[in-house]
């Protein structure tokens, strides 16, 4: 790559950096400039905007430019995860700073680079080569429920071309530029004890969490229980289990007030092939005979296709690897399932994501411009 080329895409990221775009907050900035971005290179460009449960305006976008149906659809997400434990010294979480090799900010690896990477990669491309179309798909609150990506699935006309189109799409999260054939998804769910608030000085109140917390050690129990019995277990994925975790909350918190809620939050990481309906039926039950409400919330479904499908090996021969793989993360690949054809590939690692030190190498950059182009040119031309 030459170094105008990646001048061009440190200078986009940071300006995508540049927006506070943490899901609680409106993404609706970013998202302009993002379309402003596809404007200016030929793309056009749908919005799809919904006020979230805190007031928030939050924008999706769905682009495309080139005539016909198939090609190639790149996706990712624009909102951030918080950056209140920011911890590197040199510069504020929106303020992306390069230092020695690495680029730093909030969002640098997930997922504003890739962006940065996909943006410019379309904009090197000769259009009049293209003989088959180019899409964008943009979402919002992928960190917190995935409702953009819902947003798109339900209402955007350019979506259903892809579908009905069989476009292959290339959802950018961190992987390394790896190909990822398959990736968890999750259950969210809550198990609910009620009480009666009052001052603690007074025998008036009903203390919440006595009647939780005679449950508790039945679910450790069949927490535990998921750990170990293969039939919630798969050696595709690392670990190979379900990944248990849970949190108690109180309301009201004061320490001279009786709680009169007490809430255990169960997340369980679902896997493709594993069943894990009679995990919840055991959950209802422990619920049942303590008193206990249990509460369903909206989960997300697992991901995955056959490694040895066309456009995976396709994509392994353009990144110049072996094999593919599967990761314990979720994407929107999992709510944009109608699009068979997907695969998980992009810059960035992981490990570096939602960190209080977030960021990216440059030559991951520099490798995810590269390995886009060849992906826009190998199914549009």
């Known amino acids: ?47 799809h905007s919904y006020i979230d449960a805190k007031g928030k305006k939050k924008v999706s976008l769905a682009a495309k430019r080139g005539s016909g149906t198939g090609g190639v ?55 009049t080569q293209q003989t088959k179309p180019i899409y964008f798909v943009v979402t919002s ?7 953009g990506a819902k947003q798109i699935d339900a209402n955007s006309a350019y979506f259903q071309e892809m579908v009905d189109g069989e476009t292959v799409g290339i959802v950018g999260e961190p992987t390394k530029l790896s190909v990822i054939h398959a990736h968890k998804g999750g259950q969210r769910l809550s198990v609910i004890a009620r009480g009666r608030s009052a001052h603690t000085s007074t025998n008036d109140g009903i203390n919440a969490n006595y009647q939780l917390i005679p449950a508790l050690q039945k679910l450790l129990d069949l ?26 909350a109180n309301e009201p918190e004061a320490m001279n007030v009786t709680p009169s809620l007490a809430q255990a939050n169960i997340f369980i990481r679902t896997m493709p092939n594993v069943d894990h309906r009679p995990l919840l ?10 008193g206990l409400e249990m509460a369903l919330h909206d989960g997300l479904a697992p991901w995955q296709v056959s490694p040895q499908s066309e456009w ?11 094999n593919s793989y599967s ?5 929107d690949a ?6 068979k054809r997907l695969m998980v590939c992009g810059p960035g690692d992981i490990q570096q994501a939602h960190r209080s030190d977030e960021w990216i190498a440059i030559d991951q950059l520099a490798r995810g411009v590269d390995v886009y182009q060849r992906a826009f040119q190998r199914w549009t031309t």
């Open 1 to 47: 790559m030459n170094g105008r080329i990646l001048e061009k895409t440190l200078q986009i990221t940071k300006e995508l950096v540049s927006y506070p775009s943490v899901s609680d907050q409106s993404n609706a900035d970013v998202s302009q400039h993002v379309s402003d971005i596809l404007s200016s290179i030929g793309f056009d460009v749908e919005a």
């Open 73 to 127: 659809c790149y996706l990712a997400h624009t909102d951030v995860v918080p950056a209140e434990d920011w911890s590197a010294g040199f510069c504020g979480p929106f303020e992306p700073t390069v230092v020695g090799e690495r680029l730093f900010g909030r969002g640098t690896c997930d997922m504003k680079g890739s962006l940065a990477c996909a943006l410019v990669a379309a904009s090197q491309m000769d259009v």
């Open 141 to 147: 609150d992928e960190e917190v429920g995935m409702f």
């Open 223 to 248: 927490r535990q229980e998921s750990e170990t019995n293969p039939r919630y277990s798969d050696s595709m994925f690392d670990p190979p289990t379900l990944s248990w975790n849970m949190t108690i």
């Open 281 to 290: 039926v055991a959950i209802e039950e422990i619920c049942k005979q303590h």
């Open 312 to 322: 995976i090996q396709q994509m392994l021969q353009l990144v110049g690897q072996n």
């Open 327 to 331: 990761v314990c993360f979720a994407t």
């Open 334 to 339: 999992g709510i944009l399932q109608r699009l």
